[in-house]
């Protein structure tokens, strides 16, 4: 589900993205929905309501959570954000990482300021 701002933007793209991977029909999901908002969070010129960094917690058939630390850029520099807060040095992380440019995920837990200051 999308909420927010430009919902029908975020829809089409959603299906988009599902047709160019084979999955429309399929009704699986994986990471596509975070795929549309980190795209439309990078082509934002025509939406100047939204922006910042993605914010992404995956929640389960039960009802488990995990929220993500997010590599993106802020101020031109990569950086760790967690839930839209840029990550700080002498902070612990133990959160899973996703790189929104690979949709790789990494193990947060032995993280030691691997990004630009």
Do not use: C
């Not at 908002?37 to 990078?42: A, C, N, Q, Y």
């Not at 082509?43 to 959570?65: E, W």
């Amino acid at each position: 589900m999308f909420i927010g701002d430009y919902v029908d933007i975020a829809k089409k793209k959603l299906i988009d993205l599902l047709r160019e991977k084979n999955k429309l029909t399929s009704g699986d999901l994986d990471y596509e929905p975070f795929e549309v908002l980190v795209d439309m969070l990078k082509n934002n010129s025509d939406m100047p309501a939204i922006g910042g960094a993605p914010q992404l917690l995956k929640v389960y058939r039960h009802m488990n959570t995990t929220a993500f630390a997010v590599k993106w850029k802020v101020n031109s520099k990569s950086r760790i954000v967690f839930l839209g807060r840029p990550f700080q040095a002498a902070e612990k992380l133990s959160h899973p990482l996703i790189d929104p440019e690979t949709m790789v995920i990494s193990n947060t837990t032995n993280i030691e300021n691997d990004f630009e200051e």
